[in-house]
């Protein structure tokens, strides 16, 4: 028996696909004495096995030889497509909290995806299941929502077509004690044409709003408003390129707006596509009071003038150029002037018309809700955007926040699968990061176990962060 849809991309399931119970379980027991490698990155986590295309065990090498031999031409025969002699195939084991988020398998050659289950008998509630996403239109082919759900079930095999609008996901595996065993791989082709991807306008921009040092005094822990502690801090940001800023808040402004985030008076809205992100982001006018003032803080001129010391960077005017760091100046009426202006992030007379036309630093930033199921992607449209930036992430996260829940920040090099930097959500830890074009940005999938099990129901813990870019 099989099942063909096209809705909402051509797939195709075939149930008790191979004709023996007994060669069933004998492939099962080879594939299980595999060796298998963790894979994580943005996209997934799973385990997976070395690529099968040598393997000699009996039952694995006769399955690759029915797949890609007298199964690919029928196939080929079915489509009215020419498959080529590309064996592609691997084994992967999907344990607890083991995911594949959104994605549309395109790459160079790909035609037909299959995915033969090879499982334990399984429940829609055991999660892993195969999540097939519709397109917002035939212009965009921007994954939408999840449409069809397949539950994975012993010796069925799922094919389906790889094209710009065939996005899927794996959800993650919530049980803690079967394998989600499968065979996968790809029959290739020629590739379906593929439109040019549309692309989002980038996020507005906007220059510093004209507030004075007496808001980080109001605001800022005041150990970090001393001058010789910001030249510390600089030392160590020049010299590492990133920095997290213990207690960086007063702590009972701290307790104040991570108070106010639980209220209902802020509407949250989802942030997708999901091929790209999937959180909450606050919609600003909605925020009570004294999350906007945090707001505030984070777009003042006192505060670029702040980052400006911490980091070295041209975030603010009087911050002195490049070229002129060598430069001898005498005057120390005027270099007292500035040391005053740095203690305290004020800013006492205006940048000349030049100053100002030559550059003005600008930022862009959000207020975040992570919870289950959260995370950001890595994706091409971002890669071509690249360039130098600040990073600041200020979380409210609570003490019983784990690294193993996921929602953490990791930095990695575009193209290679080198990480870089990994930022953990630290109650009032205010992390600054400083990218280059060829650095990328993820936040790790939030997994179920942020959920916590308390007399067999389950609550979900979440997060808040701000989350800002400044640029020089």
């Not at 507030?211 to 020049?238: G, K, S």
């Amino acid at each position: 028996p099989y099942c063909l849809d096209c809705h909402p991309f051509p797939h195709c399931i075939i149930k008790n696909f191979l004709g023996s119970k007994t060669f069933v379980e004998n492939l099962q027991r080879e594939l299980m004495e595999l060796n298998f490698h963790e894979k994580s990155n943005d996209l997934y986590k799973f385990k997976q096995s070395d690529d099968l295309k040598k393997r000699t065990e009996p039952h694995i090498s006769g399955l690759r030889a029915a797949l890609f031999g007298r199964f690919r031409s029928w196939l080929g025969e079915v489509l009215q497509v020419e498959l080529e002699p590309v064996v592609d195939i691997s084994c992967a084991r999907y344990e607890y909290t083991d995911v594949l988020l959104c994605h549309d398998d395109e790459l160079e050659g790909r035609r037909v995806a299959f995915i033969l289950y090879l499982v334990p008998p399984w429940q829609s509630s055991d999660g892993g299941t195969l999540d097939l996403y519709t397109t917002d239109s035939e212009c965009n082919f921007h994954p939408q929502s999840i449409v069809k759900s397949l539950v994975p079930s012993l010796n069925t095999l799922v094919l389906f077509e790889v094209s710009p609008v065939s996005f899927h996901q794996v959800s993650e595996v919530l049980t803690r004690d079967k394998c989600r065993l499968s065979l996968s791989g790809w029959f290739h082709g020629p590739s379906l044409e593929r439109p040019p991807r549309h692309r989002g306008p980038p996020v507005p921009r906007s220059p510093h709003l004209p507030r004075d040092e007496t808001l980080l005094l109001e605001w800022v822990n005041p150990v970090y408003l001393d001058i010789a502690y910001q030249e510390q801090i600089q030392e160590e940001f020049e010299d590492s390129s990133e920095i997290q800023l213990k207690d960086f808040l007063k702590e009972e402004k701290f307790k104040e707006v991570k108070e106010a985030l639980r209220l209902t008076q802020i509407q949250w809205t989802k942030r997708g596509p999901p091929n790209k992100r999937c959180y909450d982001a606050a919609s600003l006018n909605t925020l009570p009071q004294c999350v906007s003032a945090c707001w505030e803080l984070l777009c003042s001129e006192a505060f670029f003038l702040l980052l400006s010391n911490f980091t070295g960077l041209r975030l603010h005017y009087l911050c002195p150029a490049d070229d002129d760091d060598d430069d001898d100046d005498d005057d120390e009426n005027k270099d007292e002037e500035k040391k005053d202006a740095e203690a305290t992030g004020s800013s006492t007379k205006s940048p000349s018309s030049a100053n100002a036309k030559l550059s003005t630093p600008v930022c862009c930033g959000e207020l975040r809700r992570w919870s289950h199921g959260g995370y950001t992607l890595l994706h091409d449209a971002e890669a071509s955007r690249a360039e130098y930036a600040l990073d600041l992430v200020l979380p409210f996260c609570g003490a019983d926040w784990q690294s193993e829940f996921g929602g953490f920040t990791c930095y990695v090099a575009n193209e290679e699968d080198e990480e870089l930097l990994t930022v953990y959500p630290e109650d009032n830890s205010l992390a600054l990061v400083y990218r280059d074009k060829e650095t990328l940005k993820f936040v790790k999938h939030v997994n179920h176990e942020s959920l916590s099990d308390s007399d067999n129901s389950f609550t979900c813990r979440e997060f808040y962060d701000f989350s800002f870019v400044y640029y020089e």
